[in-house]
């Protein structure tokens, strides 16, 4: 069976698709240390982890692209009180 391909501007669209979702993801995940209200903390969790989940399904989709890259696996980790990893 032939893998269907993505054309080259689809492959643009969904890169940068790809760098927005990332960017939101990152930046719901870093502001949670300045939010001390517990349902918008709760919401921006729920953000984050919805934002994991369409980001793994982009990679699905990113294989299709006509050319060969690596999409990596690093996250943000988010810096609070000086201190790198703390995630809640």
């Known amino acids: 069976m032939e893998s269907k391909k993505l054309a080259l501007h689809e492959s643009l669209d969904l890169h940068e698709v790809i760098n927005f979702k990332t960017l939101c993801l990152a930046k719901s995940k870093l502001m949670q240390g300045l939010v001390f209200d517990q349902d918008l903390k709760d919401l921006m969790k729920k953000d984050v982890n919805q934002s994991i989940q369409a980001l793994s399904e982009l990679r699905e989709i990113y ?6 890259t690596d999409v990596p696996q690093s996250r943000p980790t988010p810096i609070i009180n000086g201190e790198e990893g703390v995630t809640h």
């Open 63 to 68: 294989k299709q692209v006509p050319f060969e």
